[in-house]
């Protein structure tokens, strides 16, 4: 829905999506247990297993998440050549390397930095995990790793119970609306990526921390989110640090909002990139 409207409404043309190959079985195993990659592949997840990810198992989900990672491979390294790159999915922050959780079968961005990094194309990166909920998975990966920051904004009082600690941890309130949160993601944003001096950034741009998100608690506004997003392009370019988008969550109770969340912020990549409001 989100590509079909981008070229309904001439934001993009055909040229402009590219079609990724799914992440290789290596790329997989630089993160997640050789044992976990088998049982999703053959299909021989435990009953506990398939009920902590809490999405039906099938052959089509496994393809598919192993084409999202791959998409968020090529969105990190297109965002090294361009700036910017986007993958319209991926953003699977709660898997961990021996399980997944919370609709999260494995952990395409941790994936992505690993992959990269192998590949000596990056040595540090920032993760600025925006989804209502906390990214544990990637916390997890990354937690004694120098060479990756994680940050992650997120409202407390839900999904995940166990939250391990990211580098940068903010968590909010029930009903925390726009000033709130802006004004406590700026306050960290700035001072890390300037002390931290990434090779890239990942941005996990959640949609469910808007107000009419099912499985969000948070009040931020379609606006608000737009601010987020122009914030984290901004001060990205401001510090010429690339950023790899991947969309993570979006639960509106109307569809459309979801799309509309997404889509703006694909619209302040560009006038972010371009120092003007897009057209």
């Known amino acids: 829905m989100i590509r079909e409207r981008m070229l309904a409404e001439g934001f993009a043309a055909e040229e402009d999506f590219?079609?990724?190959?799914?992440?290789?079985?290596?790329?997989?195993?630089?993160?997640?247990e050789r044992g976990w990659i088998r049982r999703l592949q053959t299909g021989t997840l435990g009953y506990s297993e398939v009920i902590r990810l809490e999405?039906?198992?099938?052959?089509?989900?496994?393809e598919a998440v192993w084409l999202?990672?791959?998409?968020?491979?090529?969105?990190?390294?297109?965002?090294?050549?361009?700036?910017?790159?986007?993958?319209?999915g991926g953003g699977f922050h709660h898997a961990?390397?021996?399980?997944?959780?919370?609709?999260?079968?494995v952990n395409d961005i941790a994936v992505a930095i690993r992959r990269l990094q192998r590949d000596r194309a990056i040595a540090k990166a920032i993760i600025v995990d925006c989804d209502v909920h906390h990214g544990n998975g990637t916390a997890r990966i990354f937690v004694e790793d120098p060479t990756v920051l994680t940050i992650s904004i997120h409202q407390d009082n839900n999904y995940p119970m166990?939250?391990?600690?990211?580098?940068?941890?903010?968590?909010?309130?029930?009903?925390a609306g726009d000033e709130e949160y802006l004004g406590k993601l700026r306050e960290v944003?700035?001072?890390?990526?300037e002390s931290f001096h990434p090779d890239l950034i990942l941005y996990v741009a959640g949609a469910?921390?808007?107000?009419?998100?099912?499985?969000?608690?948070?009040?931020?506004?379609i606006d608000g989110i737009r601010q987020r997003d122009q914030m984290i392009f901004d001060t990205s370019l401001e510090h010429q640090a690339p950023v790899a988008v991947t969309l993570a969550g979006g639960y509106a109770w109307r569809v459309e909002d979801t799309v509309a969340i997404?889509?703006?912020?694909?619209?302040?990549?560009?006038?972010?990139?371009?120092?003007?409001?897009a057209s």
């Open 262 to 277: 997404h889509i703006n912020t694909a619209r302040a990549a560009v006038e972010a990139a371009a120092g003007r409001p």
């Open 162 to 175: 166990e939250k391990p600690p990211s580098t940068i941890d903010i968590a909010l309130a029930d009903g």
């Open 55 to 62: 999405i039906p198992y099938s052959r089509k989900m496994v």
């Open 208 to 221: 469910d921390p808007y107000r009419e998100d099912q499985l969000g608690g948070l009040a931020l506004t």
């Open 68 to 88: 999202a990672t791959g998409g968020t491979i090529l969105a990190a390294r297109r965002a090294l050549t361009d700036g910017i790159g986007f993958n319209l």
């Open 18 to 32: 590219l079609t990724p190959a799914p992440a290789a079985d290596e790329d997989m195993l630089l993160v997640h």
């Open 189 to 193: 944003l700035g001072p890390a990526v």
């Open 96 to 105: 961990f390397p021996g399980h997944g959780e919370g609709f999260c079968a």
